[in-house]
């Protein structure tokens, strides 16, 4: 059981040599939670989606559900090591897709298998605000691993691409959907069907990234959301989330009527009742998350 300031975690991030998790206070004075920030660490090869991967984000994903003091997920990959002698350094990359040693000789049986029930559909169904924090190649299952975040912020040496259409495949991990959703048809038919690369000050144009900011910044501007999101009631933030995706799958007026009753279900909650007091007296707000 991991001590951090005051507050105890009813479980310890899972452990794994190619996943690693990091707890940061959302507050340095006060003991209001964590946000857990995950590092995909294979650098040398730039953080591919192997089986091993796979496993450990879904095992990361079933901690955050169950550790209520971890209000939010930050998903990035690892820079690359310094290269030995003589040899090339390897560039940075959030993930540069599926590992794709895994598909030389897989047939369709033993790939039903392992995108069914995946830890980016995992990813996806958290119910917790999760940040993409994206520095280098982005790329297939990359890509979408970002998708499946609720906001992506990139550094501006970042590259964005589905080039799956050069492997003789589409995109497996929901970007023919998710993509689709950030980006529009048009542009998610192009990214799609050309496999071309978007820089990233295209991808925030076309609504692909929320922001771009230097490789310097991107840590303190990622963090810093991160603990303004924190801050927040974890209970309103989930039923924000569920609402907000509800604009993916219900038609507008289905959708509006989902938010009404939101909305007013948010009244019964102690949290609305704690914010409204909190504003009238001009006092922060003490969140119960409930
Ligand atoms: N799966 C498995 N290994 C991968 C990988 C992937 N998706 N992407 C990169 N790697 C490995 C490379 O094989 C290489 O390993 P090695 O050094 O042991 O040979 C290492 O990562 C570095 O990649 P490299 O290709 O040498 O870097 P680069 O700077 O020349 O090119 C990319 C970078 C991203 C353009 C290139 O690696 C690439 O196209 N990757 C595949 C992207 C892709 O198609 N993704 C979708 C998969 S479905």
């Not at 169950?66 to 390897?90: M, N, Y």
């Not at 990622?222 to 995706?245: D, N, Y």
């Not at 219900?250 to 989902?258: A, Q, S």
Request: charged share 25%; glycine share 8%; net charge negative.
């Amino acid at each position: 059981m991991k001590k951090k300031r005051g507050l105890t975690l009813t479980m310890n991030p899972p452990e794994s040599d190619v996943i690693k998790v990091d707890l940061h206070p959302i507050s340095e004075d006060d003991d209001i939670g964590f946000f857990a920030c995950m590092t995909i660490d294979r650098p040398d090869k730039l953080n591919a989606l192997n089986a091993e991967v796979m496993a450990s984000l879904k095992a990361v994903c079933a901690w955050m559900e169950s550790s209520d003091d971890v209000r939010v997920l930050v998903v990035t990959g690892a820079a690359p090591k310094a290269p030995l002698e003589g040899k090339r350094a390897k560039p940075h990359a959030f993930v540069a897709g599926a590992d794709i040693t895994e598909f030389a000789g897989a047939g369709s049986g033993v790939i039903r298998e392992k995108f069914r029930d995946n830890a980016v559909e995992a990813l996806w169904n958290l119910s917790k605000p999760t940040i993409a924090m994206v520095d280098g190649f982005a790329l297939g299952g990359g890509c979408e691993v970002a998708c499946s975040c609720d906001v992506r912020i990139a550094s501006n040496r970042s590259t964005f691409g589905t080039p799956e259409i050069n492997l003789g495949l589409i995109p497996g991990y929901g970007a023919t959907q998710r993509l689709e959703r950030l980006v529009g048809y048009g542009k998610a038919h192009e990214m799609i069907m050309t496999g071309d690369m978007v820089p990233a000050d295209e991808a925030q144009r076309i609504g692909l990234v929320n922001h771009v900011v230097s490789p310097e910044e991107l840590e303190d501007t990622v963090f810093a959301m991160a603990r303004r999101i924190g801050s927040k009631s974890s209970h309103t933030l989930r039923v924000g989330k569920q609402t907000v995706r509800a604009a993916l799958d219900e038609g507008l007026t289905d959708g509006v009527e989902l938010e009404a009753v939101a909305f007013a279900n948010l009244f019964d909650s102690e949290d609305k009742e704690i914010g409204v007091q909190a504003f009238l007296n001009r006092e922060t707000a003490r969140w119960k998350h409930r």
